[in-house]
């Protein structure tokens, strides 16, 4: 891939995510309790010292490893303007330093780290292996890392079908001014609301909660609730997605000497040891 295209996929990611969608505190949900939920005892046996967190976004997951005691220093990146925002939010907190930052090339020394979170951002890249293995370069011996991909969904049919419309509106959103897309995007949700929540709800109520969680946007709320998940999924630059052997050969590939790869219908959920 050429750097001409890779600076507009940096650029677009910047101004989607740094500018739009992450623009004020705590506009996106606290996102690292699923983690925790998945892999508790890892969790609390690894997750301390210095944290890496990799796309720091609008704040609230950083605001929870804040409250943790097994944290001696926090060091946050992200691309975009939104960490200007965040540095006026904890400027008096000492053990924390919030920077810009690339996934793709981590400006810290090697063995840096003693723990790395990231959710929902290799697979926004040109290149996620690049970004897995530029974690493993940064961490120390003993450390670990907890992070978050979109899975191919290979085993649900529903989620198969809600991917080959994702990818044909995303090549169509190519065309499209960046204010033509977020119009598109404020115009499906209702539409996404109605064909995709509305079922999963009644399917949750029946008692087929497993079910419904297989139904893509089951998490609506409202007719208008899905324009920011759209837009994070619709107008991203890049959508990589991996199976759950992809992912752990990728893994096993960077090095670490133990990992855990758990998939459900929302994605994969990944733990490695360094």
């Not at 540095?87 to 810290?108: D, H, R, T, V, Y």
């Not at 978050?148 to 079908?161: P, V």
């Not at 994702?166 to 598109?184: D, S, T």
Request: charged share 20%.
């Amino acid at each position: 891939m050429n750097t001409e295209l890779n600076k507009n996929i940096e650029n677009k990611a910047s101004k989607l995510w740094g500018g739009d969608l992450h623009q004020s505190f705590g506009s996106a949900p606290i996102h690292c309790t699923q983690l925790i939920d998945i892999f508790p005892t890892l969790w609390q046996n690894t997750m301390k010292g210095h944290l890496l967190e990799i796309g720091c976004g609008s704040g609230a997951d950083l605001e929870y490893f804040l409250k943790m005691s097994s944290f001696s220093k926090i060091t946050a990146i992200d691309l975009g303007a939104n960490i200007k925002h965040l540095k006026k939010k904890f400027i008096s907190c000492s053990n924390l330093n919030i920077k810009q930052g690339n996934a793709l090339n981590l400006e810290f020394e090697d063995d840096s780290f003693d723990s790395i979170y990231s959710f929902g951002i290799f697979h926004h890249t040109v290149n996620p292996v690049k970004c897995i293995n530029e974690c493993a370069r940064v961490l120390k011996k003993d450390g670990a890392i907890f992070f978050y991909l979109y899975s191919s969904h290979e085993d649900i049919f529903l989620k198969r079908l809600g991917i080959f419309l994702e990818r044909f509106i995303m090549r169509a959103f190519k065309f499209f001014p960046y204010k033509l897309q977020e119009i598109c995007c404020t115009l499906l949700s209702p539409i996404c609301w109605l064909i995709f929540t509305i079922p999963s709800n009644f399917f949750s109520v029946a008692g087929l909660t497993n079910f419904s969680k297989m139904i893509p946007f089951h998490f609506g709320s409202g007719p208008f609730s899905l324009i920011g998940d759209l837009k994070d999924r619709l107008m991203s630059p890049v959508n990589h997605r991996f199976t759950k052997v992809e992912m752990m050969k990728i893994v096993k590939s960077a090095n670490f000497s133990s990992f855990e790869v758990i998939k459900n219908a929302a994605g994969l959920y990944v733990y490695a040891k360094k």
